[in-house]
């Protein structure tokens, strides 16, 4: 059986230069490194390189990054740490209907301590207007979380856009790169955003890890309270060896060409559906405002996880990652409006730098044999 990994979405094989700067770390560099003697100097300067890399990426200054065990943790970090950082500001946050869970969550929790959320909808193609934020904004809003680009679908949303409209109100404005981090560009300036952040394991860095940009000047109420790690806003021995490993991620991130060639791919796994199946198969996202290694297709009349069961060798996703396994209509799906006979054939086909062409067409040869009751 051939082995074709098409869910980069999901989670990223840890690159083998990502690898090698990790592997000096676990033979040398072992020291605390808060600590102020001899075995924590190669530590902390370690740490701190890495930091760099990842500053480097974002277009940020390098005070501006805490480490975390992983996007999860800098989402949480930014929804919880503004919240009660600035709750005698106000107790209000605007979000949107296609967040990730790790959004989500922290949001129905801040709920449950007295904050009111509000969730700005999405068109048909998974898209937020700029002017739905606008409207949704209150005297009480302190923080307007939109994600970057969604996990099942790639479509980006107006980030810039929602900026100019947070920067007129002085609301401050998080949001979650872990997708868009290394397939498109995500400098905090351009974006103008006070959080961003980013997931190891989405970038060729291994799972664990994570950071949060938070701009110079942004409250923040940590999560983990302790010693004064991470400037005091993360509690908690640093790992260099995770920092390393996401800080070189990061590194290579810097170079988006290579996805210039995914996109090729993704549109030549799109071209290939359409020619076999017509209009039984269907686009989910903006044909545009896209990740470039994004394929959400629905089969029409077809239950995704039924076709996924039946190819050969081929990992793929029916959905989001965090939900895999339940039979039901995506909530993203179901907040684009998507109707129950075509968003239940969902297939989600994420690409990566190890994706060929010759991958690209055995799925859709695998495909076109397993559904030719279709055409």
């Not at 740490?47 to 277009?59: I, Q």
């Amino acid at each position: 059986m051939s082995r074709i990994y098409l869910d980069y979405n999901a989670s990223t094989p840890i690159d083998p230069a990502v690898a090698g700067a990790m592997r000096s770390l676990l033979d040398d560099h072992f020291g605390n490194p808060s600590s102020g003697h001899w075995a924590a100097v190669g530590a902390k300067a370690a740490l701190e390189e890495a930091r760099g890399h990842v500053a480097a990426l974002l277009g940020a200054e390098n005070d501006e990054i805490i480490f975390t065990s992983g996007g999860s943790e800098a989402n949480n970090l930014a929804l919880k740490g503004v919240a009660w950082s600035l709750k005698a500001k106000g107790d209000h946050i605007i979000t949107t209907s296609v967040e990730h869970p790790a959004i989500v969550g922290p949001c129905r929790f801040l709920q449950q301590l007295g904050s009111t959320v509000s969730v700005v909808p999405v068109d048909r193609f998974g898209r937020i207007d700029a002017s739905d934020v606008q409207r949704a904004i209150t005297p009480r809003t302190v923080l307007i979380s939109v994600m970057h680009a969604n996990n099942e679908v790639g479509t980006t949303q107006p980030i810039a856009e929602v900026s100019r409209i947070a920067r007129e109100r002085g609301i401050l404005l998080h949001t979650d790169a872990a997708q868009s981090v290394g397939k498109v560009a995500t400098e905090v300036n351009v974006l103008g955003v006070d959080l961003l952040t980013v997931a190891g394991h989405k970038v060729y860095a291994p799972k664990g890890v994570g950071a949060l940009y938070v701009r110079r000047g942004t409250p923040l109420e940590p999560l983990i309270h302790g010693a004064g790690h991470e400037g005091g806003r993360r509690a908690g021995t640093e790992s260099a060896l995770l920092a390393v490993g996401l800080g070189t991620a990061c590194q290579l991130a810097r170079n988006l060409a290579p996805m210039e060639g995914v996109r090729v791919l993704r549109d030549r796994l799109w071209q290939r559906l359409r020619a076999t199946f017509g209009d039984r198969v269907v686009l989910n996202g903006h044909p545009d405002h896209r990740l470039p290694n994004t394929l959400n297709v629905s089969f029409v009349g077809q239950v995704g996880a039924e076709i996924l069961a039946r190819l050969d060798g081929v990992a793929a996703s029916t959905g989001s990652a965090c939900h895999t396994g339940h039979i039901e209509l995506s909530p993203v799906l179901k907040a684009m409006g998507v109707a129950a006979d075509v968003g239940m054939g969902a297939i989600r086909f994420s690409l990566g730098r190890g994706t060929t062409q010759e991958q690209i067409d055995a799925v859709s040869d695998q495909l076109a044999g397993i559904l030719a009751p279709m055409t």
